[in-house]
């Protein structure tokens, strides 16, 4: 009998992003619907061959995706929102895409995007109202089993558990989600019944909400009875009776839960009537031997002992030699896989060119894969890998892991720094600029491919950059803007920008992975203390500098988003890596300063991404985060303004945080809020600057002078207007000069209307 390796998940954006490229061939209209089938199933082929070849014992069906699994959910359990329902479409697949995309032509608003757990994942958030009904439609699915069994494959079929899916619906107007719960049963008893039918032995059913330390009574509720209709005891909705008979011929349920421990809802776990469960190894070592009282002698336990979001590998040898005698105990009743599901990595690593140190230490999807395999093999005996796999920890001297930047130097308070900035700078009431980036034409993009292919000499490139810095500067000041910047040309992206120019950070080729749709990220790998290699470009900044009068913004990353969009070493505090990366900041931060930059932005839209699962331990990760924050501009004067921005508005959270970064001003999303925030902002005491959005540059609407004028009045009724900045949600990168012009025009317009009706006490 061999052992059992199992998956929870692949990456379904193809091993070279075929999936994205039809797509968006889909939706430009160049492709056709039987194409892009085809290309998706293709994808599906090449993951259940990779699973095969890797002797997984069952391949997963239902792990695959257009877009997004949630959204999969809704259309499996016949949850479309109404204004989906009722659109007008050629095909029953536009629907799904409307869903996902909005139907711009119809004026229908997508469903809005959130982040999956503590992932860089974003799914489609479940609307549910009072007009809510679900029904099981489960015939895509059980093509997609017939197609793996023609293939010659044993299917398991993955499902998103029906709990976690409410957990993670929205309530509209505060409707109560769990009230539609029994209903949603029913819908998901048809799709166990139509597996069933399809001769299913296993169905996967992932409930990652039991990691969660805040779960409620009326979410154990909801535990205990969905798992009691779904469950081994399968009970009748509506009734106490068993269903009796019939549970015999319904598939076995493996229970999975991912990315944290379950400690704090482990008795929850244990006691639903499911015929196994999945854990995360490393995260629940310490938990395992209630795990195994409460098992019982017929239930699977499957542990995720290769980390399915992190590229570092384990140390097989050593994790063998762990696990030995929980595989005496258990035999076939143990099963091992991947710790979540591997779409949080890129496909393989083959072919990369990877810097010494990380040879063989780092492995994408496939070599995740492999490990699981030779692991299964030396349990079994059949292997002795033992000698061949060395120690897989990053390269991190054990002196640099204690680290509690020491080096922070306080600044002074902020109302002497505001006095002193507000002299130096000379500013007038509510300045205006904006984030960072102008937009990125098509020749600016050439430029940089010429320039990264070798096409283009240093000199040339150079040279070009600076007539596209020279152009920004200028737009600026026509159109009367009080803060300018160089307009962020030379880079493609804010992380691998200065990922590509910080040593012990590496940057794959082609790492890529899903952040939503058809869109991926590709996210360096910090391997070891990271430094600064000669700059991170501060001459650009200093260039515009030279051409204007007016201060320019100096740009950059922040140390806690460069961390958040990058992996990580497991053996590393983040805190530490955050630390590192900011002193490299630093350097750069002085070096601006040096060079006579008076305003210094370090943007942190990742910042409240540091909020760990558990609730329990979100204070302390605020705290090393405004920390990190605050090592990345220590030292700078008092003069000195120190800016950051965060694409997003919602603070309750993070709040803690906010005011321990001890920025001067802070530019943030609102756009689209109604002024309720600037409330509750003065009531929490925020008493730094602040730069509401008042241009939404995610739409390609131009925003009209006396709306901006509107969004701003907002703010003025709560918040100093000695602390107010004008400026939009984020970068214009993505606009274009025809919608951003106009647009700055407009908020320039409303800054000085807003002036002049408010007469300044003071020059
Ligand atoms: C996602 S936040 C982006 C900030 C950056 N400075 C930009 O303007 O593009
Ligand atoms: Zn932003």
């Given at each position: 009998?061999?052992?059992?390796?199992?998956?929870?998940?692949?990456?379904?954006?193809?091993?070279?992003?075929?999936?994205?490229?039809?797509?968006?061939?889909?939706?430009?209209?160049?492709?056709?619907?039987?194409?892009?089938?085809?290309?998706?199933?293709?994808?599906?082929?090449?993951?259940?061959?990779?699973?095969?070849?890797?002797?997984?014992?069952?391949?997963?069906?239902?792990?695959?995706?257009?877009?997004?699994?949630?959204?999969?959910?809704?259309?499996?359990?016949?949850?479309?929102?109404?204004?989906?329902?009722?659109?007008?479409?050629?095909?029953?697949?536009?629907?799904?895409?409307?869903?996902?995309?909005?139907?711009?032509?119809?004026?229908?608003?997508?469903?809005?995007?959130?982040?999956?757990?503590?992932?860089?994942?974003?799914?489609?958030?479940?609307?549910?109202?009072?007009?809510?009904?679900?029904?099981?439609?489960?015939?895509?699915?059980?093509?997609?089993?017939?197609?793996?069994?023609?293939?010659?494959?044993?299917?398991?079929?993955?499902?998103?558990?029906?709990?976690?899916?409410?957990?993670?619906?929205?309530?509209?107007?505060?409707?109560?989600?769990?009230?539609?719960?029994?209903?949603?049963?029913?819908?998901?008893?048809?799709?166990?019944?139509?597996?069933?039918?399809?001769?299913?032995?296993?169905?996967?059913?992932?409930?990652?909400?039991?990691?969660?330390?805040?779960?409620?009574?009326?979410?154990?509720?909801?535990?205990?009875?969905?798992?009691?209709?779904?469950?081994?005891?399968?009970?009748?909705?509506?009734?106490?009776?068993?269903?009796?008979?019939?549970?015999?011929?319904?598939?076995?349920?493996?229970?999975?839960?991912?990315?944290?421990?379950?400690?704090?809802?482990?008795?929850?776990?244990?006691?639903?009537?499911?015929?196994?469960?999945?854990?995360?190894?490393?995260?629940?070592?310490?938990?395992?031997?209630?795990?195994?009282?409460?098992?019982?002698?017929?239930?699977?336990?499957?542990?995720?002992?290769?980390?399915?979001?992190?590229?570092?590998?384990?140390?097989?040898?050593?994790?063998?030699?762990?696990?030995?005698?929980?595989?005496?105990?258990?035999?076939?009743?143990?099963?091992?896989?991947?710790?979540?599901?591997?779409?949080?990595?890129?496909?393989?690593?083959?072919?990369?060119?990877?810097?010494?140190?990380?040879?063989?230490?780092?492995?994408?999807?496939?070599?995740?894969?492999?490990?699981?395999?030779?692991?299964?093999?030396?349990?079994?005996?059949?292997?002795?890998?033992?000698?061949?796999?060395?120690?897989?920890?990053?390269?991190?001297?054990?002196?640099?892991?204690?680290?509690?930047?020491?080096?922070?130097?306080?600044?002074?308070?902020?109302s002497t720094r505001e006095a002193l900035q507000a002299e130096a700078l000379g500013l007038p009431r509510l300045p205006t600029t904006t984030i960072g980036s102008f937009p990125q034409t098509r020749e600016i993009r050439a430029l940089r491919r010429a320039w990264t292919r070798g096409e283009l000499g240093a000199a040339d490139y150079q040279a070009a950059i600076r007539d596209v810095i020279r152009e920004n500067i200028r737009i600026q000041e026509e159109i009367g803007l009080d803060v300018l910047v160089h307009g962020e040309p030379e880079r493609s992206d804010m992380v691998s920008f200065f990922a590509e120019r910080l040593d012990g950070v590496w940057a794959s080729r082609g790492g890529w992975v899903q952040s939503y749709g058809s869109r991926c990220v590709k996210p360096p790998v910090i391997f070891k203390p990271v430094s600064r290699k000669p700059d991170l470009g501060w001459e650009w900044v200093t260039f515009a500098q030279s051409l204007?009068?007016?201060?320019?913004?100096?740009?950059?990353?922040?140390?806690?988003?460069?961390?958040?969009?990058?992996?990580?070493?497991?053996?590393?505090?983040?805190?530490?890596?955050?630390?590192?990366?900011?002193?490299?900041?630093?350097?750069?931060?002085?070096?601006?300063?040096?060079?006579?930059?008076?305003?210094?932005?370090?943007?942190?839209?990742?910042?409240?991404?540091?909020?760990?699962?558990?609730?329990?331990?979100?204070?302390?990760?605020?705290?090393?985060?405004?920390?990190?924050?605050?090592?990345?501009?220590?030292?700078?004067?008092?003069?000195?303004?120190?800016?950051?921005?965060?694409?997003?508005?919602?603070?309750?959270?993070?709040?803690?945080?906010?005011?321990?970064?001890?920025?001067?001003?802070?530019?943030?999303?609102?756009?689209?809020?109604?002024?309720?925030?600037?409330?509750?902002?003065?009531?929490?005491?925020?008493?730094?600057?602040?730069?509401?959005?008042?241009?939404?540059?995610?739409?390609?609407?131009?925003?009209?002078?006396?709306?901006?004028?509107?969004?701003?009045?907002?703010?003025?009724?709560?918040?100093?207007?000695?602390?107010?900045?004008?400026?939009?949600?984020?970068?214009?990168?993505?606009?274009?000069?025809?919608?951003?012009?106009?647009?700055?025009?407009?908020?320039?317009?409303?800054?000085?209307?807003?002036?002049?009706?408010?007469?300044?006490?003071?020059?």
């Amino acid at each position: 009998m061999s052992i059992t390796l199992h998956t929870l998940g692949l990456p379904r954006i193809g091993k070279a992003r075929e999936l994205k490229t039809a797509l968006e061939g889909y939706w430009k209209g160049g492709l056709s619907e039987t194409d892009l089938a085809a290309t998706a199933r293709e994808v599906r082929g090449e993951n259940w061959r990779l699973q095969n070849r890797q002797g997984m014992s069952m391949v997963n069906v239902g792990d695959f995706s257009l877009y997004d699994h949630v959204l999969d959910t809704s259309f499996l359990v016949g949850h479309i929102a109404p204004r989906f329902a009722a659109a007008r479409v050629d095909r029953e697949l536009d629907r799904y895409f409307g869903a996902a995309r909005g139907l711009a032509d119809q004026h229908i608003e997508p469903g809005a995007m959130t982040k999956w757990f503590d992932t860089n994942y974003h799914y489609i958030v479940p609307e549910i109202g009072p007009s809510t009904r679900f029904e099981a439609r489960p015939a895509a699915l059980v093509d997609q089993i017939r197609e793996a069994r023609e293939g010659g494959y044993t299917p398991k079929v993955q499902l998103l558990g029906p709990v976690t899916y409410l957990y993670l619906s929205r309530g509209i107007d505060g409707f109560p989600v769990l009230s539609v719960l029994e209903d949603l049963l029913s819908a998901f008893r048809g799709i166990l019944t139509s597996l069933a039918e399809e001769g299913i032995r296993w169905v996967q059913i992932d409930e990652p909400i039991l990691v969660l330390d805040t779960l409620n009574q009326d979410w154990r509720q909801a535990l205990a009875r969905s798992y009691a209709v779904l469950g081994r005891s399968r009970a009748i909705p509506g009734t106490d009776e068993a269903a009796g008979s019939d549970s015999q011929d319904t598939p076995k349920l493996l229970l999975t839960t991912y990315f944290e421990d379950v400690e704090e809802e482990l008795e929850t776990l244990l006691a639903l009537p499911v015929d196994g469960i999945h854990l995360d190894y490393q995260r629940n070592k310490g938990l395992l031997d209630t795990v195994l009282e409460g098992l019982g002698p017929d239930r699977v336990l499957s542990l995720g002992m290769v980390d399915g979001r992190s590229p570092w590998r384990e140390h097989i040898p050593a994790l063998a030699e762990e696990l030995a005698p929980l595989y005496q105990d258990l035999g076939d009743r143990l099963w091992l896989a991947p710790s979540c599901n591997l779409l949080h990595l890129p496909w393989s690593i083959a072919g990369e060119d990877l810097p010494r140190e990380l040879e063989g230490v780092l492995g994408f999807g496939v070599e995740k894969l492999q490990d699981l395999s030779a692991l299964g093999a030396v349990l079994e005996g059949h292997s002795n890998h033992l000698d061949t796999i060395q120690n897989r920890t990053a390269p991190w001297g054990s002196e640099e892991l204690e680290d509690s930047a020491d080096d922070l130097v306080d600044r002074q308070d902020s109302s002497t720094r505001e006095a002193l900035q507000a002299e130096a700078l000379g500013l007038p009431r509510l300045p205006t600029t904006t984030i960072g980036s102008f937009p990125q034409t098509r020749e600016i993009r050439a430029l940089r491919r010429a320039w990264t292919r070798g096409e283009l000499g240093a000199a040339d490139y150079q040279a070009a950059i600076r007539d596209v810095i020279r152009e920004n500067i200028r737009i600026q000041e026509e159109i009367g803007l009080d803060v300018l910047v160089h307009g962020e040309p030379e880079r493609s992206d804010m992380v691998s920008f200065f990922a590509e120019r910080l040593d012990g950070v590496w940057a794959s080729r082609g790492g890529w992975v899903q952040s939503y749709g058809s869109r991926c990220v590709k996210p360096p790998v910090i391997f070891k203390p990271v430094s600064r290699k000669p700059d991170l470009g501060w001459e650009w900044v200093t260039f515009a500098q030279s051409l204007t009068k007016k201060p320019v913004k100096g740009m950059l990353t922040g140390p806690v988003t460069i961390l958040k969009w990058s992996f990580a070493p497991p053996n590393v505090a983040p805190q530490v890596i955050a630390n590192n990366i900011a002193r490299a900041l630093r350097e750069e931060v002085l070096e601006l300063e040096t060079q006579g930059i008076a305003i210094i932005q370090i943007d942190e839209p990742a910042f409240r991404e540091v909020l760990p699962l558990k609730r329990s331990r979100w204070s302390q990760a605020l705290d090393w985060a405004a920390r990190a924050f605050r090592l990345s501009h220590s030292g700078v004067k008092s003069e000195t303004q120190i800016h950051s921005h965060m694409c997003y508005s919602d603070f309750n959270s993070i709040f803690q945080g906010i005011k321990a970064m001890d920025a001067d001003v802070i530019s943030i999303e609102t756009s689209r809020s109604k002024g309720e925030l600037f409330a509750e902002l003065a009531e929490k005491g925020y008493t730094q600057g602040l730069g509401p959005g008042v241009y939404d540059i995610h739409s390609p609407l131009i925003p009209r002078t006396e709306e901006i004028r509107e969004r701003l009045e907002r703010a003025l009724a709560h918040l100093d207007p000695a602390r107010l900045w004008v400026n939009p949600d984020c970068g214009l990168k993505t606009r274009t000069w025809q919608e951003t012009r106009p647009a700055l025009e407009a908020l320039v317009a409303a800054a000085r209307q807003l002036r002049e009706a408010r007469k300044p006490r003071q020059a």
